[in-house]
């Protein structure tokens, strides 16, 4: 069975802001950072074009170990990826989330769970799409995916590796400025 295609864009403008930490080694200190917009599109079982806004995180502030200074990272230039991996055993690695699994766009390049209110909850990111909304803000994507991509499998978790397998869905990002580092 062939599936729909979907097309994922992230924005180059900021909408928000999120507080975060240096990831993995924290320095004690709260950055703030800019959130963007996923613009997930495809097309429901009636052909009807479907278009949903998520709120991401897109950049980070990474400190590889104690002693290094905090850079800002992510993927700032414009660039498209299909996605061709579902990960269901991937866990969030700087807060405690119930949403598990991740989305390989290439690399440690992820999209997973993000924090549920972006400018109130510490999230921490090394340059992953996590998408934010709660609670459940990551499986309502999910949910959405699979819905627009037609799915025939009888889970969710099938659903997923299915669609995941199928190259059918891509990432594009647009170009952004990264952000200087912003101590709150």
């Given amino acids: 069975m062939q599936l729909r295609s979907i097309s994922l864009t992230v ?6 802001q999120a507080v975060t930490w240096s ?3 924290s320095d004690g200190k709260i950055y703030v950072i800019p959130t963007y917009a996923l613009t997930l599109e495809g097309s429901d079982a009636s052909h009807q074009r479907v278009t949903h806004t998520f709120e991401v995180l897109r950049f980070g502030v990474h400190r590889r170990t104690t002693q290094a200074k905090p850079t800002v990272v992510g993927l700032a230039h414009r660039q498209t990826h299909t996605i061709k991996r579902w990960i269901p055993t991937y866990k969030v690695h700087s807060f405690r989330s119930r949403e598990d699994g991740a989305w390989q766009v290439h690399g ?13 909850q510490l999230y921490a990111t090394a340059g992953c799409i996590e998408v934010c909304g709660g609670p459940d803000g990551f499986v309502a994507f999910n949910k959405l995916v699979v819905q627009l991509a037609g799915s025939n499998k009888s ?14 869905m891509s990432i594009t990002y647009l170009a952004a400025v990264a952000p ?5």
């Fill in 23 to 25: 990831y993995p080694n």
């Fill in 180 to 184: 200087p580092i912003q101590l709150l």
């Fill in 108 to 120: 440690n390049y992820l999209i997973h769970d993000g924090p549920d209110d972006p400018s109130a």
């Fill in 155 to 168: 889970d969710l978790a099938r659903q997923l590796q299915q669609v995941g397998a199928s190259g059918c």
């Fill in 11 to 16: 924005g180059g403008t900021p909408i928000g």
